[in-house]
């Protein structure tokens, strides 16, 4: 119950406007507790899936779909309320995707999910009262990740027994039984280097995944992480932060993740001086980058290090023809290894101009918002050079939800809540 006698009967305005604020932090702390289920739902449950195809029941592609259809419906339900703004985004955004979408040979909802993450997830992250309640979400799912991590690096046999991830992919249809590159391997395809690791060689050649099931993800976490730690300068455990940070790269032996953790530190001490403008600009800039080097570059084979993914990402993005570059061609290419092209043949230029002009530009409650910001587009720009990964809704919940928290955040009172 909301309260225990109804509004109306009380018999002085002190006690009706205690009664009203006693019944909206009890809506608040419920609608906090669902939407942190939710993000927290999102990160784990691929992990479930793997243990349920390993020891219950067959897990198909439809089982995927079906749970982050419902992830995001119920974000988007616990996100919206009566006021305009993201009402009006939402519908233009689904109103253009279906006028991109009918242009094409068939329909791919795969581009549809792609916008509705990031609309419901910072949607929901700006309705938080309190930044300390994103400090808390952050935590919850960095304890998740290391322990889980953890446990599988040091009991890496027991994990897989429970949890065999290569069976896993192969049933939702990601990869094909002889895809495997160690006869018999229960992990993903990059989950091993066979070159060493690079980040303290004595502990093997194994890099733990935990809830994500793949280190890409892993490294993309860790990374987001040290962001969060950067950005919230007077967060209680700000340290503990860091150390996470640190933990989740080493586990997963992500040099990519350690890598725009750098990048974040190298950017920080100028950050208020640069022009939005030219932060706007940082994406495209990289886009323009990676098309000179693909069209001078005399490299003719790709290498597992940043320079032969950023030859990749270039080789990708010189596939794209107008109809790619817009959105609306009928012909389905395998574009993942760069998010750029990938992104630019899902959504269309014109869409993703919009989108990110939004984001960019979209007002934050105090100047500490300007800093989320940027560490964002450094984080985003880098990551998209070399995978599509970042759309995954394991990592861009969280990340999303704390975007939306960061542009919300203000020195006043939070106002009337609105659960929905």
Known sequence: MLSSKPLNRFQTREELSTAIRDRESRRYHLWRTAIFAIIIGSLTFNFFLAFANTNLFGITDSYVILVELIL????????????????????????????????RSELDLKA????????????????????????????ISAYIVVGVGLFEFLFLDTFTRFVNIFDYYVARGTLNPDDALIEGSNLF???????????????????????????????NFGAF???????????????????????????????????????FFLVMPFYRL???????????????????????????????????????SSQLLLELDTEMLFGISPEQVFLEDSGYAATLAQIGLVGVLALWTLFVFAPAGRPEGHKFKVLAIVF??????????????KLAALFWFCAGAADGWRHDPAPRFRAG
């Open 274 to 312: 640069v022009p939005r403008i030219i932060w706007w600009f940082t994406p495209f800039t990289l886009i323009l980058a990676l098309a000179i080097y693909g069209t001078a570059t005399d490299q003719l084979t790709w290498e597992d290090n940043f320079a032969g993914r950023f030859y990749l």
């Open 112 to 139: 549809v999910r792609d916008i509705l993450i990031p609309l419901a997830f910072y949607f929901a992250g700006k309705k938080l009262r309190r930044i300390e309640d994103a400090d808390q979400i952050v935590f």
């Open 189 to 219: 395809i990059s989950a091993t280097r066979f070159e060493g690791r690079n980040f303290f060689p004595f502990l093997g050649n194994t890099r733990a995944s935990s809830v994500f099931l793949e280190p890409v993800t892993m490294g």
């Open 380 to 393: 985003i720009s880098l990551m998209m050079i070399v995978s599509n990964s970042f759309y995954s809704i």
């Open 225 to 263: 992480l040290c962001l969060w730690a950067l950005f919230r300068h007077g967060m209680k455990n700000r340290f503990l932060l860091f150390v996470l940070a640190f933990m989740v790269i080493l586990l997963g032996d992500a040099r990519f993740g350690m890598y725009v953790c750098v990048a």
């Open 72 to 103: 995001i419906a119920s974000t988007l339900a616990l996100a919206l309320d009566r006021k305009a703004a993201p009402l009006t985004i939402l519908a233009v955004f689904l109103g253009y995707m279906v006028f991109i979408l009918a242009m």
